[in-house]
């Protein structure tokens, strides 16, 4: 090695080891320190066609162009050649795969039927690079698996981003159109290395302006940016619109006038963006405005815009996050039985966009049931990326792990003929994947973790949510493991020790939350408005955002029957799921207190009573921290400075967080119990009625005080 190589080489190192601010995310392209590897992907990658049908170069061709030279040459050194063929035949790939491999001339070559199909290649290749994988033989296609993988942002047009914990909207609305901050292109381009190719600008909770033509050019602008990044842009209608808009005396669904508005509005919209990819849609929920204010069901408002939508080939995504106060059922039955009876009722571009579990990404839920009753209508997954329940961005909790439980969780609904008593294959992810009941029309979403902070999502082991949630957007059949190790590899570096123990963290973190906040099935039982922390004795005037409603503590026991002697919430679940989650004994111990009303002195697997297994738990989250601080500690000196700083400070504040969390918990339920603290169990800190007077002011997240 020549020594002004060996100089150059050492400062990347030193500049990688001590200045990462995050921003890079997962696209660093630093040199490959091994130099066989590198010889031989320079070997390989001299020369690279790309091949589509048209063979013409296009944006979206050359941002494809762009990132395959600058990946290669900051990963190799190479300066590869790019030449742009055509093919016309019509490969097997769809719209938006490709095929990666060597042609008879050895020439590497990415193929693909349209341009962005080209782009998601390159980034494919580039992530192979990346990850240290042989090319010299590579042969793959790769299609994504649902069509449409799109982030949701929480954004208000003031850019507070509801439960955001990254900093402001990403947004700058007054800016816009005619200043564009460049992290507009970068958001689009992490957003297409990961597949994703949709994004809803403004929050569900919905604000009428965005639909007037002031915005709409500010949409347009962003629209712009993000286009030859394959990301199309999707709006949120507030169902109030035409009257507050359109100076219409009623936004009744029903009404010729309200029809003929949306309609006007919708072509309107489409002057704007062109490709733009229509609706999402809270209504009658949380306060929002909607169809059941005129009498009026979801699918008469669902249907009033998909109408409209529909000639501009747009699509409504109708959420069915939908519960009432007044409503006497149990708030995780509601939904189902609301919708069930539209089964098959809604127009063929309406996708009913369901939350993973019935009540509201709570830390653990079972999967909504709804999954397993609509077998009639599109049916869209909608996660949470930021952490509204799991610590906002203080905490770190992988949350691929639990992405993974509800994707593969067998719904047991084997269709019109039901009956099957065995595993039905009817997964989650077949069902959203339309596999399962041939739909047309095929949607996941995310709630984004993204803002304004300079590394995107706050804490910087979160962006491996935002990347988990892409990558199983496009291939739900990779596991949270390889996807871990994946991330951990394109963001710290190739060392395998180093991979090996951020791999280990990120794995662990989900249930040590879990352990710490609501084990065994315990949910909704947060600090009041902003959700961060403990808050089992919360009661508000609404039963259904009260504590108890939830645990239901008495001195009897702990936990909700929804069997068929309580709430029988159960009873929306297929037959075999009944029979398994309504005994006791064989329901699963960590959905047990969201399935029973469990005594206290009730034994669990481990031997242990209730009380003692639930302080046990809480225990084990604080320790599962300590550890989690301590492997973070081992990894001092083999990455960066700055992020091993950020990372390791949040730890402490996490294990502070973790502590109190037990002792408030563990204090206001032995108030039920009455039983003494086991072995093992350390003592709390402060008294109950301390932790009831904590008051935190201004969480990120929240609007809160003024
Ligand atoms: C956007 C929960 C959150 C709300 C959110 C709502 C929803 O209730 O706390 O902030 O509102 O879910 O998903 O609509």
New binding site residues.
Partial sequence: MSYLRYLALTLTLTLSLSAEDGYRLWLRYDLITDESLRASYVHSLSRINFITRSGVVSPTISVAREELIAGINGLTGLKSEIALGSSVAQSNFGAEGFALGRNATGTFTIHANTDVGILYGVFDLLRRIQTGQSIETLNVTSTPKIQQRLLNH?DDLNRFV??GYAGFSLWEWFNLPTVRNPRYRDYARACASLGINGTVLT???ANALILTPPYLTKVAALAEEFRPYGVRVYLTARFSAPIEIGGLKTADPLDPAVAAWWKAKIDEIYTYVPDFGGFVV?AN??G?PGPQDYGRTHADGANLLADALAPHAGIVMW?A?VYAAENTQDRVKQAYREFMPLDGKFRDNVVIQI?NGPL??MPREPFSPLFGGMTRTPLAL?L?ITQ?YFGGSTQLAYLASMWKEVLDADTFNAGPARGELVESGATVARIIDGTRHNQHLSVIAG?ANTGTDRNWTGHPLAQANWYAYGRLAWDHTLSAESIAREWAQLTYGPNPATIQTITKILLGSLETVVNYSMPLGLHHIMAEGH?YGPGPWVEHARPDWSSRYYHQADPLGLGANRGVTGSNALETYAPELRALWGNLETCPENLLLWFHHVPWDHQLKSGHPLWDELCLHYQQGVDEVRVMQQEWASLKGSIDAERFAEVQARFRRQELDARDWRDACLLYFQEFSKRPLPTGVEPPAHDLAYYKSVKLRYAPGHPGDK
């Fill in positions: 929480w509801e439960r929050n569900v909770n809270k929920s949380e929002q959420r996050f939350k509201d990404f909608e949470q509204e709630v959700h």
